[in-house]
């Protein structure tokens, strides 16, 4: 699985238990969000019925494991760690996202970067940004899917949503590509840091703890980046 470096770095006195989606060649009935979190948790249960949990999610798995973290929480098991990596927690396309504040934040940016960083603004995050605001929302069909189970479990992320809070503190890890262009990844450095925790300070009551690996979006969990993954897990956990 892709987590298998990853526990080759572990160094760590705990277990370390991957969980994949069901295949996206079976038959995949849930409906919400908050119904599979319900038999992922019995999963993990059997594994280790106990807490204390360090969970960490990747990519479209943060909404996951942030509602594991709320669950397990609210079922009063205690939760070590909630680490995310390279994502936001509720869809961009969900209405809060485009509030005025949100409007405000991207002014604040674009205002607060250099004119050659406005430049990449411009080119780079404002057609985006606008999409969004024009449409309302991101079609499952401009993600890159390959059947019908895939699809679904794209579709129910994306309208995935909960009034309710993680309670600690989360570690939040992003990347930056070594073969961007590298005022393209500082636009997105200066971007991430600004909207990526305002947009989990909505999900978290702690402290959110940014930590930056040098990787593509698919390379976190391959040698080099996976070393650098797990010493920051190793350093969050007690």
């Not at 995949?28 to 106990?50: G, M």
């Not at 807490?51 to 942030?66: H, K, V, W």
Request: glycine share 4%; net charge positive; aromatic share 12%.
């Amino acid at each position: 699985t892709i987590f298998d470096e990853f526990v080759k770095h572990f160094k760590g006195k705990n277990p370390v238990y991957g969980i994949l989606y069901a295949d996206y060649t079976e038959n995949f009935t849930y409906q919400t969000v908050q119904d599979y979190v319900k038999y992922l948790i019995a999963q993990i249960k059997k594994l280790h019925p106990n807490g204390p949990y360090g969970l960490i999610g990747y990519s479209l798995g943060a909404r996951t494991i942030l509602e594991v973290a709320i669950q397990l929480q609210q079922a009063k098991n205690e939760v070590e760690l909630l680490g995310v990596i390279s994502h936001f927690p509720a869809s961009p396309s969900k209405k809060s996202w485009l509030s005025n504040r949100r409007i405000l934040d991207e002014i604040r940016i674009f205002r607060s970067i250099s004119p050659a960083l406005r430049r990449k603004y411009i080119v780079h995050r404002l057609p985006y940004f606008l999409k969004m605001v024009v449409k309302g929302k991101q079609d499952i069909s401009e993600i890159q899917v390959e059947n019908d189970a895939q699809t679904r479990i794209f579709a129910m992320h994306e309208v995935y949503e909960t009034a309710l809070k993680y309670k600690g503190d989360m570690v939040l890890i992003y990347e930056t590509s070594p073969d961007a262009d590298p005022s393209e990844y500082k636009l997105a450095q200066v971007y991430r840091n600004s909207i990526f925790k305002k947009l989990w300070s909505e999900y978290v009551t702690g402290n959110i703890n940014v930590r930056i690996v040098e990787c593509k979006h698919i390379d976190f969990f391959k040698v080099p980046a996976v070393g650098e993954v797990t010493a920051i897990v190793e350093s969050f956990l007690k």
